[in-house]
């Protein structure tokens, strides 16, 4: 069969026939595209900061009681010292966190909390106190961390405290 005498297709036809691969190229390729946007830049959009107040790179002064929210994390005020009956050494009891974010669109709203808390003299560290969730807190939940003392020897001559959440 030559070409001359195949069927011929009516112009509408051919036209419609051919845009719908051209339209589905197009979709595919603008997804692909958003999605690329959103991956590279989730952490801008979605996540903590990781220079917030309270945040390794910009602990946060507090006193002793005194409660302060960290990425969406509210540390209730309340909390005091109190001597760990198994290490013999001050901790902190009753510092209770509730998780502010909501149920996350990408990125679950459930976090895990650590926390440290330095006692310094000077520019020294002197005392340190880490506290956890334990497990990861559900958003909207209040939870009373679990506190230890960790690594130094108690020593009251302290003349501020730091508070840094890890995760």
Same mark, same amino acid.
């Given at each position: &069969?030559?070409?001359?005498? &195949?069927?011929?297709?009516?112009?509408?036809?051919?036209?419609?026939?051919?845009?719908?691969?051209?339209?589905?190229?197009?979709?595919?390729?603008?997804?692909?595209?958003?999605?690329?946007?959103?991956?590279?830049?989730?952490?801008?959009?979605?996540?903590?900061?990781?220079?917030?107040?309270?945040?390794?790179?910009?602990?946060?002064?507090?006193?002793?009681? =005194?409660?302060?929210?960290?990425?969406?994390?509210?540390?209730?005020?309340?909390?005091?010292?109190?001597?760990?009956?198994?290490?013999?050494?001050?901790?902190?009891?009753?510092?209770?966190?509730?998780?502010?974010?909501?149920?996350?669109?990408?990125?679950?709203?459930?976090?895990?909390?650590?926390?440290?808390?330095?006692?310094?003299?000077?520019?020294?560290?002197?005392?340190?106190?880490?506290?956890?969730?334990?497990? =990861?807190?559900?958003?909207?939940?209040?939870?009373?961390?679990?506190?230890?003392?960790?690594?130094?020897?108690?020593? =009251?001559?302290?003349?501020?405290?730091?508070?840094?959440?890890?995760?």
């Amino acid at each position: &069969m030559r070409v001359s005498e &195949m069927p011929r297709m009516p112009r509408a036809q051919a036209r419609t026939a051919l845009r719908w691969p051209v339209r589905i190229t197009a979709a595919v390729y603008a997804l692909v595209i958003v999605l690329g946007f959103v991956w590279f830049w989730q952490d801008l959009i979605f996540s903590d900061r990781q220079n917030a107040v309270g945040t390794h790179t910009n602990p946060s002064a507090l006193e002793v009681g =005194e409660g302060l929210t960290v990425n969406k994390m509210k540390y209730h005020e309340g909390w005091s010292l109190a001597e760990d009956p198994d290490q013999g050494k001050p901790t902190i009891v009753d510092l209770e966190v509730t998780n502010q974010h909501g149920p996350g669109l990408l990125m679950p709203g459930d976090r895990e909390v650590l926390v440290d808390i330095f006692f310094y003299r000077g520019d020294t560290v002197v005392y340190e106190v880490l506290c956890s969730s334990g497990g =990861e807190i559900a958003p909207g939940q209040t939870v009373t961390l679990d506190c230890g003392p960790y690594l130094y020897d108690w020593t =009251e001559d302290f003349d501020r405290i730091e508070f840094v959440q890890s995760s």
